[in-house]
């Protein structure tokens, strides 16, 4: 499967805790992107990666909220101190590089979040 | 105000109607402009990009107007397996580098 992975699909924690998420892009797109999904809306917009370098942070990336993508291969979005606000689906999404356009992202399976 | 706005539904539409989705975005300097469809569960999947000019990709049709913000979808002949929720979405700047802006998705359910 050459698509972009995502793990875990599923993450059940409790209130307070870390947790960390990791994303596998497509290999040879240089873009990462990371979105949050809450039921009944659409995907909203957390951060995105240019190779290593993240390029544009939303302001719901709150100080609790940290991304890396240190090689420029797969990334991970780290949660301290969860809160049941953060349950939600978390997408990770990849595009860009010398074979492929821009101009679609391709989306992971996601990982579910759920804070009790 | 949200800055891409859809109405979230459900259309119920028997098999072989037709059923057209509208969107409307906020900020004028949006670039590019696609439909996603979600499956319940699923990750969004590319359908279709939207062009000012119109374009057709078999049964599914999608319009841009720039002056007035608008964009539609429309799906002909509908079948069982058309039933997802249907994400308008919007892009600024060129060359996919920036965020795509989702609306809240227009869920679709064709029944017999």
């Known amino acids: 499967d050459t698509g972009v992975s995502q793990n875990p699909r599923h993450k059940i924690t409790k209130r307070g805790q870390n947790v960390t998420f990791r994303c596998d892009p497509i290999?040879?797109?240089?873009?990462l992107y990371w979105y949050r999904q809450t039921l009944g809306q659409g995907p909203e917009f957390l951060t995105y990666?240019?190779?290593?370098?993240?390029?544009?942070k939303s302001r719901l990336l709150s100080d609790r909220f940290s991304a890396e993508r240190p090689k420029g291969s797969f990334s991970t979005l780290e949660i301290q101190r969860t809160e049941q606000g953060d349950s939600a689906m978390y997408l990770c999404?990849?595009?860009?590089?010398?074979?492929?356009?821009?101009?679609?992202?391709?989306f992971g399976p996601g990982t579910r979040l759920t804070v009790l | 105000r949200k800055e891409v706005e859809q109405d979230p539904g459900p259309f119920n539409v028997p098999e072989g109607a037709t059923v057209a989705f509208n969107c409307t975005y906020s900020?004028?300097?949006?670039?590019?402009f696609f439909w996603y469809r979600q499956d319940c569960r699923k990750e969004p999947k590319l359908l279709m990009s939207?062009?000012?000019s119109g374009n057709e990709d078999g049964r599914f049709t999608a319009q841009l107007n720039r002056a007035s913000q608008y964009i539609s979808l429309l799906i002909r002949d509908s079948k069982l397996s058309d039933s997802a929720t249907y994400l308008c979405v919007v892009r600024d700047g060129m060359g996919g580098g920036n965020k795509l802006t989702f609306g809240t998705g227009t869920q679709l359910k064709v029944e017999l």
């Open positions: 999404a990849s595009t860009g590089g010398t074979r492929s356009s821009y101009n679609e992202q391709f």
């Open positions: 900020n004028s300097a949006s670039q590019s």
């Open positions: 939207v062009y000012s």
């Open positions: 990666f240019q190779n290593e370098a993240q390029l544009e």
């Open positions: 290999s040879e797109h240089n873009r």
